[in-house]
Nanobody, 126 residues
Framework: QVQLVESGGGLVQAGGSLRLSCAASGLTFRSSALGWFRQAPGKERTFVAAITWSGKSTYYADSVKGRFTVSRDNAKNTVYLQMNSLKPEDTAVYYC???????????????????WGQGTQVTVSS
């Protein structure tokens, strides 16, 4: 049974930082491409960042480029999202997702991913 469990969310002031983690089990982690998405209240879920199975390539939404960094530790079956210079508009539930085995779909598209976590809330106060 595949499980993706996010953690690290919370309440932070604007300008602050958080690091989200997503621990995976039940899948061949090192063969998985991984993505982060977020969903604000009343809005659609949108792409935030992704990292290829090798970790050699990363992708970011324009709104988070230069502020967020996605990374992975295959030894720990964990993917991370380091979020710096947080803004109130970053407030959302953040989800990690796995594309396993990696497909040819776009990392920016939710439909590319096969498995999803339950999400973790990030709230940025102004």
């Amino acid at each position: 049974q595949v499980q993706l469990v996010e953690s690290g969310g919370g309440l932070v002031q604007a300008g602050g930082s958080l690091r989200l983690s997503c621990a995976a089990s039940g899948l061949t982690f090192r063969s998985s491409a991984l993505g982060w998405f977020r969903q604000a209240p009343g809005k659609e879920r949108t792409f935030v960042a992704a990292i290829t199975w090798s970790g050699k390539s990363t992708y970011y939404a324009d709104s988070v480029k230069g502020r967020f960094t996605v990374s992975r530790d295959n030894a720990k079956n964990t993917v991370y999202l380091q979020m710096n210079s947080l803004k109130p508009e970053d407030t959302a539930v953040y989800y990690c997702a796995a594309d396993v085995p990696p497909s040819t779909g776009s990392y920016y598209n939710m439909k590319t991913y096969d498995y999803w976590g339950q999400g973790t809330q990030v709230t940025v106060s102004s």
